[in-house]
């Protein structure tokens, strides 16, 4: 049964523009910069928090999954409540939850307080990441303001995870690795007092929260999210594997039968009958996958192959922030006189040429000659579709569903991210203990009475046998992550539409928003 919100006011004033629209922008960027690089900043800290808290290698990976599952399952209900209690204060809401959360981990002191905060974490940045976004369209003009804005936040979004990375090993080498916690905590508390002054809120919408719709699309999706999570560690025939997806199933199906039945669902179904917003689900959805496989395992690569510290390791991805920012400046630019289409078409041929470079990857590879240029080519195309990807998303929905809208582009990425790591961590665990028995076999074959000694003694290989197993099942990941780029270069080819020439000045496909209460007009809907 749908609960009925506490806001009573039928016809609440329109919100205002800000008078320092740059420090409007600087306060939602942060916020959003703040969320994402979570999701990777304690990457590289991993090995010290596992000496520290004594967590085994399978509980170690819950330091990721208990953010990301909670982030990613949540994102859509975070939407609602600010679509229905205001944007300002369920952003400030959500930064100080975050920032509570990460206090509490940075005090951890046993693995199950760090996990809870983790989880704890994930949900702030639900309910703060979906309203970040949408308040670019409350305190930013449609057209040229407002795709510049949009370029700063794509920019600031798109480069999160690699900033993470670099934060976390200079936190993690010059402090210690709470301190990739703690650094939340003046963040957060700097954005809380900062947004009342300075960003305008948006209207409340009178309305009511979808309970049903809420529970069933969050357990949903966490559930298939660990369904992928579990198959990765424990095999697809797993009882508790096939009892998550069978769950998911049954939750996302009664998920899109409350949503069609419902009078203010969570997510309104109407949404994707509009072609281009849906093909912007699904890149985003396919390219979040091929984001978070880079991150991971080519942090990987470098730290166990290379042998980075985690400082240098770090810096390695300070490219493909440099990338990102600057072709999403120039998306942003020239959105009005191109459109999105041609952005989601090169982007995604870029990334998908980065991708297939890294495939070649062996114990051969040097940063230089490997990992440099296909991470420039990724960072390049993640910024040139960032910017469009996001205005078609909003693009002629209802200012009352502007948090639905963006909660479910936030939600795809996160859950997109979440999926694509597992699929591809497990067809790097089979390729990898594949070639584990190949070169097992090659090196007792060739070795020394005293390389046995040495391997009887350790159970592991020679550093060259086990980097030719590593870097074998890393080049098979990319393999499946190539197929995610090619199937979102698919998608911009044959789903993305040109938008029709928009009425009024706002740039292609940006249509003007339905009024209060409306539904929203799909300029570019159509049947075929």
Request: charged content about 10%; aromatic content about 8%; hydrophobic content about 50%.
């Amino acid at each position: 049964m749908a609960i009925p919100s506490t806001i009573t006011r039928s016809s609440p004033p329109r919100a205002r523009r800000g008078q320092h629209p740059g420090i409007a922008l600087a306060v939602i960027a942060t916020t959003q910069l703040m969320v994402i690089l979570d999701a990777t900043i304690v990457n590289i800290a991993l090995p010290h928090i596992a000496t520290a808290l004594k967590l085994s290698t399978t509980n170690l990976s819950w330091v990721i999954n208990a953010y990301t599952l909670t982030f990613g399952g949540l994102l859509l209900l975070g939407g609602r409540i600010g679509d229905i209690m205001g944007r300002r204060r369920t952003l400030m809401a959500g930064v100080l939850l975050f920032s509570f959360a990460s206090l509490l981990g940075g005090l951890a002191t046993a693995p199950w307080m760090l996990l809870a905060a983790r989880a704890l974490q994930g949900m702030g940045g639900a309910i703060a990441s979906p309203t970040a976004l949408a308040l670019i369209t409350t305190n930013f003009k449609e057209g040229p303001e407002r795709n510049r804005a949009f370029g700063v936040f794509s920019a600031v979004a798109g480069a999160g995870g690699a900033i993470g990375l670099l934060a976390g090993g200079m936190l993690t080498t010059w402090l210690s690795w709470r301190w990739v916690l703690f650094v939340n905590v003046p963040i957060g508390i700097a954005i809380a007092l900062l947004a009342p002054l300075y960003i305008n809120d948006s209207e409340r919408r009178p309305g009511r929260f979808d309970l049903p719709g809420a529970l069933s699309s969050t357990v949903g999706m966490v559930s298939l999210v660990y369904g992928f999570i579990r198959a990765s560690q424990d095999g697809w025939s797993d009882p508790w594997t096939l009892g998550a997806f069978g769950l998911a199933v049954v939750l996302l199906a009664a998920f899109l039968l409350i949503e069609s039945r419902t009078a203010q669902p969570i997510t309104p179904l109407r949404m994707f009958r509009n072609r281009n917003r849906s093909g912007s689900y699904g890149i985003m959805l396919c390219l979040a996958a091929a984001m978070f496989s880079i991150f991971f395992f080519v942090t990987l690569f470098v730290q166990d192959v290379l042998l980075y510290s985690p400082l240098r390791a770090g810096l390695a991805f300070l490219p493909i922030s440099f990338a990102i920012v600057t072709a999403a400046q120039i998306s942003a630019r020239l959105q009005i006189k191109l459109g999105p289409k041609p952005f989601f078409i090169l982007g995604s041929l870029l990334v998908t040429a980065g991708i297939s470079w890294l495939t070649q990857i062996d114990v051969g590879t040097s940063y230089v000659s490997g990992i440099l240029g296909p991470t420039l080519l990724f960072g390049l195309g993640m910024g040139c579709i960032f910017v469009p990807i996001m205005l078609t998303a909003v693009a002629g929905v209802a200012p009352a569903e502007t948090g639905a809208a963006t909660g479910m582009l936030n939600a795809t990425q996160q859950v997109g991210g979440s999926l694509g790591l597992s699929i591809l961590v497990t067809v790097f665990g089979t390729a990898s203990r594949n070639e584990g028995k190949h070169q097992a076999a090659q090196f007792l074959a060739h070795a020394t009475p005293q390389q046995l000694a040495a391997f009887k003694q350790s159970g592991q290989l020679p550093k060259h046998y086990s980097d030719l197993v590593l870097t074998h099942g890393i080049s098979t990941a990319f393999e499946m992550g190539l197929v995610f780029a090619l199937l979102a270069a698919v998608i911009s080819v044959f789903v993305i539409k040109k938008p029709p020439a928009p009425a009024t000045p706002g740039g292609p496909g940006l249509h003007d928003a339905a009024p209060a209460g409306e539904p929203a007009k799909e300029a570019d809907e159509e049947a075929a």
